[in-house]
């Protein structure tokens, strides 16, 4: 739609007074990456886990656009107009020529830079939010490509459950999942920079090969684990903790060495899987039950190895109205 065709007004008198959308946190269950694409990307083959770690995005009628956040890490947040969520706002006013007229406010609880998909899951909750606040009924295939062109994890906000994402992880195809599984996360200090990540992994890669470098043709072609996806659709846990993988990780360790110790902690501690989260440095633990990831989770606060320790259980829907 057209600027000069739209008729909508975000101001309109039938506007809700406020919208609230509930968006969680992911894990990544396997991230397999590929050789550099042209346009600068990695070409990717990532299973998305949703996780019952939630941030909370409300949006109010407003004379232009502002941003506060509350709750968890919200002084380390942004709150201009780089905020993904605000770039949110502004993609979706901007589709179907609307002004951007709206207050969002973000409460954290997704660990921030910590490779959950925090700032990805704020974007998604706001394009539900604004969509609802400015009575726009965008379709579902449109806010999806809306959420692609704002960052490669912002689809997988919006969907949730578990999913398989290719290209540069935005093409999602939804996974099976036979029963829910329990994680831990040991959340770190401070981010790790997921360009920096990805530049670590091509220069441990270029290393790797010796004189003359990695050739990109000959970085295997990304795909899903076979074993991984039929553990997540018998809710086998033990098989999954086995199946777990990130092509990330070492470069995750190699700059962030700390890693390895949180990592070995949360596996003496009894975890049947233990990954670095995404680009990290957030690892994830996965426990066979309750009881275990009581025990994982107890073991990695007394270890002095991170910052923060949190359960939650999976999987867990997509952005959704509260």
Not at 105 to 111: F, R, V, Y
Request: with cysteine.
């Amino acid at each position: 739609m057209n600027a000069s065709e739209s008729t909508l007004e975000p101001t309109s008198a039938s506007a809700p007074d406020s919208v609230t959308v509930r968006v969680p946190a992911k894990v990544n269950v396997q991230l397999a990456v590929g050789g550099r694409r042209a346009d600068g990307f990695h070409a990717l083959a990532t299973v998305f886990f949703a996780v019952g770690l939630w941030d909370t995005v409300t949006a109010r009628p407003a004379d232009g656009l502002s941003l506060t956040v509350a709750g968890r890490d919200a002084a380390v947040v942004p709150t201009d107009e780089s905020n993904l969520a605000a770039r949110a706002a502004r993609a979706l006013a901007a589709h179907h020529g609307v002004e951007a007229n709206v207050a969002l406010h973000i409460d954290k609880d997704i660990p921030v830079a910590g490779g959950m998909a925090g700032g990805s899951a704020d974007a998604a909750a706001a394009l539900l939010a604004c969509d609802a606040l400015w009575g726009l009924d965008t379709d579902r295939s449109t806010l999806f490509a809306l959420a692609a062109e704002l960052g490669s994890d912002v689809p997988f906000s919006l969907q949730g459950g578990v999913a398989l994402g290719e290209g540069r992880g935005e093409v999602l195809t939804p996974v099976p999942v036979g029963g829910a599984f329990h994680w831990v996360f040991a959340v770190a200090d401070g981010g790790l920079s997921t360009p920096a990540v990805y530049g670590e992994c091509d220069r441990l890669r270029e290393e790797a090969a010796g004189p003359g470098g990695a050739d990109e043709s000959h970085v295997p072609t990304p795909a899903a684990d076979a074993a991984l996806l039929e553990a997540l659709a018998s809710g086998d846990a033990a098989a999954l903790g086995a199946a777990l993988s990130n092509d990330l990780q070492p470069a995750a360790l190699s700059l962030r060495p700390a890693l390895a110790e949180t990592l070995r902690v949360g596996t003496a501690a009894g975890a049947i899987g233990a990954l670095v989260s995404g680009s990290g440095p957030t690892c994830a633990f996965l426990a066979k039950n309750d009881a275990a990831a009581s025990a994982v989770a107890a073991a990695l606060a007394q270890s002095g190895t991170c910052r923060e320790v949190r359960r939650a259980q999976g999987p867990v829907p997509g952005a959704a109205l509260v």
